[in-house]
């Protein structure tokens, strides 16, 4: 009698933790790219607002 399914076997398990390792911190492996994209535009945004307000010192009044 065969089943078509794979039982549980611990001495030939069906993926082993190294397998498992790339799937389980693939979230945290994304949430990382993502964090970091976030610092690198707010980085940008406050040069771009360090040089508005600069700029906008030197204009004086009247632009």
């Known amino acids: 009698m065969s089943t078509s399914h794979k039982r549980?076997?611990?001495?030939?398990p069906?993926?082993?933790p190294s397998e498992l390792w790339?799937?389980?911190t693939t979230p945290l492996n994304l949430a990382d790219r993502l964090?970091?994209?976030v610092?690198?535009?707010h980085e940008q945004l406050n040069?771009?607002?360090s040089e508005r307000s600069r700029t906008a010192r030197r204009a004086g009044p009247f632009g």
């Open 47 to 49: 040069h771009l607002e």
């Open 35 to 37: 964090l970091e994209q």
């Open 39 to 41: 610092g690198r535009m």
């Open 8 to 12: 549980y076997n611990a001495y030939n």
């Open 22 to 24: 790339p799937l389980l």
């Open 14 to 16: 069906l993926a082993t």
